[in-house]
């Protein structure tokens, strides 16, 4: 099932296949090695995704015009340098400027678009925001208008980005949601209003925020002097604070936490609070806003001193709020930090390390900075002893990557195992080229989906997205969901042996999926599927005798799934034979909101496995 995808006409740069420098590497140590050096006039390196990099050559210093391109892991141009301006890719496509034209590249380096735009930005929600002189309008990957090109006087003031279907736009008499083809589809009246997130929307009215459902209707009523937008279902409440600074911004307050009901469930008592994140949250106690001035001289706030740790979404409290500093959690891990009188330094300093989920120390605090997990590993910055810069380490706490690149205060992280990095004002690419023997990187042993999403791999139903990354907390998107239908159902005969076609990756999937009856239609196959939507692909992908009802539920018995529903039949069929069973205690099925793929990961192991299907009645 997995493919290596071709660049066509490259040029060969210096490519370098080495080890980093050996350090007495531990046993189970993530293995990175140098893939490419790359020229010394690449002034600037960073990922842009599909394995690919955007480069910068040009210093503006000395009268050189900037001028970006894009190589590959291995250091081969694929697109050379001479456009004016490179975004990263977002939903397979990236943005490139030249001349004062905009167009869009795929992960060939081939231009699916042309340049023939004013102003372009990123796709979104299936469709790209285009300016074609002083007309704007959608479009979809294609090239096609989704929507007509307005006319100045018919903009929206500002549009953001598409979440769960809908983008918040401001207008005159206040702020709306539209769907991908540009239309207003929900009109309000609030002041401010907020991306989807959850199926509910942040909205603020008369200085107080609550939450809307995407009918329009206040679910959550405004009453709240401060909230965030719902994460991990719970959304930061506050109250008791003051506005102040030139961003007006919230100081003071007490912070707490809401569910989905309004219910207060974590009480307003910390001082400071974060998203939840893995079912943990960072919150503090005893510190203080102190005010300060930006660079133009606006007063501006920040919160300092007090102590940290993490609760869970009982507000119970598994990280004591022992430390100077805290994170959130990524991959089982969160980031910690202590203060320490250190013998080179008249004042203590931060030393950051890492706690697990049970709220053990993992790796003591040591590095002067330090950033999140990600692929297993986490960039660390030190230059105390042997240590002389940024380097890798590993959830053992041993070093992958030597401390000695530089801090280029661009994006650390490693993402699809692979990252740039800089030395003596040299770029080169690193690459994990061996890790554990677990197939994902981002799935542990202790995560609540790890026997899924093992379970689905070992099938030959998933194999992750990128080198050795399942992206469980990513939303399922239309295409996934068609493929995963489609290997489901040949897996009824015997093997999956479909794979990815020479057109879209996902043609082959939609073109069985058809011929088998499984889907009737197109779907926007790169926007994130709606639980309905993935449910209705879903429940064609196995016979009936293999989808038997073993839960009596009534018509019209779920919530929100009347048994008018345009896919009622479809999640009606799916709760009955146990392979969902809802999103709440009431058996909700939440239908317009998205899905993530650890989610999906238990859900294709009771479509396969009748004994794991859930049991429950109706009404």
């Known amino acids: 099932m997995k493919t290596k995808k071709t660049i066509g006409l490259v040029l060969s740069l210096m490519l370098v296949l080495a080890p980093i420098p050996a350090q007495a590497e531990a046993p189970g140590t993530v293995r990175v090695e140098v893939l490419a050096e790359l020229p010394p006039e690449f002034r600037a390196v960073y990922y842009v995704g599909e394995r690919l990099f955007g480069f910068e050559t040009g210093d503006w210093h000395n009268g050189e015009k900037e001028q970006y391109g894009l190589c590959d892991e291995y250091g081969n141009i694929v697109l050379p340098a001479q456009y004016d301006y490179i975004l990263c890719f977002s939903e397979g496509l990236l943005v490139v400027r030249k001349d004062d034209k905009w167009g869009f590249v795929n992960g060939l380096g081939e231009f699916a678009i042309p340049m023939e735009y004013d102003v372009a930005y990123s796709f979104s929600g299936g469709v790209a925001e285009i300016f ?77 925020y609550g939450y809307i459902d995407k009918t329009g209707k206040e679910v959550i009523p405004c009453v709240h002097d401060f909230a965030c937008s719902f994460a991990g279902g719970l959304a930061v409440v506050a109250a008791e604070g003051i506005r102040a600074g030139s961003e007006m911004q919230y100081i003071n307050g007490k912070y707490g936490y809401i569910d989905k009901s309004g219910d207060v469930v974590v009480p307003l008592e910390y001082d400071y609070a974060c998203d939840f994140s893995e079912g943990l949250a960072a919150v503090g106690k005893g510190g203080e806003w102190v005010s300060g001035s930006d660079s133009k001289g606006y007063t501006t706030y920040r919160y300092v001193g007090g102590k940290y740790g993490h609760i869970d979404t009982h507000g119970d409290t598994v990280v004591p709020l022992d430390y100077d500093a805290a994170g959130d959690f990524g991959e089982g891990f969160a980031l910690v930090g202590v203060m320490v009188q250190h013998e080179d330094y008249y004042e203590p300093v931060m030393r950051y390390g890492y706690v697990d989920a049970t709220g053990s120390l993992a ?65 080169v690419i690193l690459g994990i080229v061996g ?56 897996l009824q005969t015997g093997s999956v042996t479909l794979a990815v076609g020479s057109g879209a990756w996902y043609d082959s999937y939609v073109d069985y999926a058809k011929a088998n009856g499984i889907i009737e239609k197109d779907y926007e196959w790169d926007a994130p599927a709606s639980r309905a939507g993935y449910m209705e692909i879903f429940a064609g992908a196995l016979p009936e ?35 969902v069973q809802g999103v709440d205690a009431e058996h909700s099925c939440n239908p317009d909101a998205s899905i993530r793929r650890c989610e999906v990961a238990a859900i294709l192991t009771r479509m396969m496995n009748p004994d794991a299907r859930v049991r429950f009645g109706l009404e």
Request: aromatic residues 14%; charged residues 25%.
């Open 132 to 208: 074609k002189g002083e007309k704007r309008g959608f479009i979809d990957k294609s090239g096609n208008m989704a929507s007509p090109l307005r006319e100045r006087e018919y903009w929206y003031h500002h549009i953001y980005a598409f979440s769960e279907g809908l983008a918040v736009v401001y207008t005159d008499k206040g702020c709306g949601y539209i769907d991908n083809t540009g239309e207003l589809v929900l009109k309000t009246e609030y002041y401010e209003a907020y991306p989807f997130s959850e199926g509910l929307a942040l909205v603020k009215k008369d200085g107080k």
């Open 363 to 427: 790796i003591p605090p040591q590095y002067q900075h330090a950033f999140g997990f990600s692929e297993g590993l986490a960039a660390a910055i030190d230059y105390m002893g042997d240590n002389n810069g940024l380097g890798y380490i590993d959830t053992k706490g041993n070093i992958a990557v030597p401390l000695e690149y530089d801090n280029t205060y661009t994006d650390h992280c490693f993402k699809d195992r692979l990252v740039a990095a800089r030395k003596d004002d040299r770029w």
């Open 545 to 579: 005798d293999a989808l038997a009802a073993v839960n009596a539920v009534a018509d019209g018995a779920i919530p929100d799934v009347p048994a008018d529903h345009p896919q009622a039949a479809a999640i009606y069929r799916l709760y009955r034979a146990g392979i």
């Open 435 to 490: 890790a554990d023997a677990a197939p994902f990187t981002d799935v542990k042993e202790a995560d609540w989906f790890y026997g899924d999403v093992m379970y689905a791999y070992e099938a030959g139903l998933i194999d992750g997205k990128g080198a050795n990354r399942f992206a469980p907390d990513d939303n399922l998107t239309y295409a996934e969901a068609v493929k995963l239908a489609a290997c489901m159902h040949e």
